[in-house]
């Protein structure tokens, strides 16, 4: 018996090395072109409370973050994102969402659920809370969001799009607001997103990988706790990624959550996006949104690149949005709100997270998250 014992031990043992071997074996390029489904999520999603830390920041750390995003004017009173934070609030369902059947914008499917994430995050990036007493329209902010966060935190996302859109709104609010209910919740979307992350770290194309990559920079920010093994597999199909073919998605995630100010490919798509400047015939919002943060993060206000980018932006933009907030389009109640969301959050990088240390081109301590003056 004994002798047998040993036997079936070592046959174990092979097995597992065998296995390990092959998983150590598969190269960046076939992990890349994996199907395979959503991976099961860890032990501490089965008990997060347990094993990962829930924490409200520091006053001054809140305070520090509220500064950040909240702009003299960028408010619903102000000259830039307020007509078009008024426009959402008059869109808000009676339910608390926006949006209605799921819609396309720029090639891609929104639901209610991401439709409501990013105008949720539209008003976080402008420095808004639940407690926020303002009015719009004759509407309290503070109320509007309010159900929107409790409708968003009802409804499970049913997509790896879908709970990376609603992870980077939720951290977003939490970081903004420190409330420990909202880190909570925060901490709730993302094992959501983890459940959707794929072995090689993605989350299945690159926006969605960008989107939670995002997700990830906010949950550090805002001091929930994760497992470092969620960064480490997103910053491993990052690198896979780079190494092959960067593209923007790959690039800008990759500045933000690894904190790199010069990325395999940053040069390259940095001279794409320079010789294909926002136009107002041709609006992108979806590229321009992340066009932006990349240059605005890695190149300071003071930046060339942020300079040349900087001029068409606000002519592409601004001009173009009309007098009741929304831009042109021929789009449904749904991928019009995620239209608007997005020119709003275009109009708020210039505050929305603080520069990589050392930017390229703004030079020493240029951009800790201020705006740029006569923008």
């Known amino acids: 018996m004994r002798r047998l014992a040993l036997a079936l031990l070592f046959i174990a043992l092979l097995a597992l090395g065998l296995a390990m071997g092959f998983r150590r074996g598969k190269s960046g390029e076939e992990a890349l072109a994996a199907v395979d489904a959503p991976r099961s999520p860890g032990p501490w999603s089965e008990s997060p409370f347990e094993s990962a830390k829930v924490s409200a920041m520091a006053p001054a ?49 929104y639901t209610r659920n991401g439709a409501t994430s990013l105008a949720l995050l539209a008003f976080v990036g402008a420095g808004y809370t639940a407690l926020s007493r303002d009015l719009g329209d004759g509407v309290t902010i503070g109320g509007s969001l309010k159900r929107g966060l409790e409708w968003l935190n009802s409804h499970p996302p049913a997509t790896a799009f ?45 926006f969605t990988d960008f989107c939670g990559a ?29 190494s092959l073919a960067p593209d923007l998605p790959a690039v800008s995630a990759s500045v933000f959550l690894d904190r790199e100010r010069n990325p395999p490919g940053y040069e390259a798509i940095e001279a794409e996006l320079l010789a294909n400047l926002p136009d107002s015939e ?23 690149p942020w300079k040349t980018w900087n001029e068409p932006l606000k002519n592409a933009l601004i001009p173009t949005r009309q007098r009741d907030g929304t831009w042109p389009g021929g789009y449904g109640p749904t991928a019009s709100v995620v239209r608007d969301a997005f020119g709003a959050l275009v109009l708020e990088v210039y505050y929305r997270y603080r520069n990589v240390p050392g930017v390229r081109d703004g030079g020493g301590e240029v951009g800790q998250g201020g705006r740029v003056e006569g923008r």
């Not at 960028?74 to 969402?97: E, I, N, S, V, Y």
């Open 282 to 304: 041709h609006p992108e919002f979806t590229r321009d949104w992340m066009a932006s943060l990349l240059l605005f993060q890695a190149c300071g206000p003071s930046g060339e």
């Open 162 to 206: 879908d709970a990376a859109l609603m992870a980077l709104a939720l951290t977003e609010y939490a970081g903004v607001s420190g409330a420990e209910s909202a880190a909570q919740s925060a901490l709730e979307a993302l094992i959501r997103l983890d459940a959707f992350q794929r072995a090689d770290g993605s989350w299945g194309d690159p």
């Open 61 to 109: 750390e809140k305070e520090s973050r509220r500064q950040l995003v909240a702009g003299s004017s960028g408010g619903c009173g102000g000259a830039d994102g307020g007509p078009t934070l008024k426009a959402l609030l008059r869109r808000q369902g009676a339910d608390g969402a926006w949006g209605e059947l799921p819609e396309e914008f720029e090639g891609r499917l």
């Open 214 to 242: 995002l997700a990830l920079v906010s949950a550090r920010a805002g001091s929930i706790g994760i497992p470092p093994s969620m960064f480490d597999r997103a910053s491993a199909g990052l690198q896979a990624r780079l």
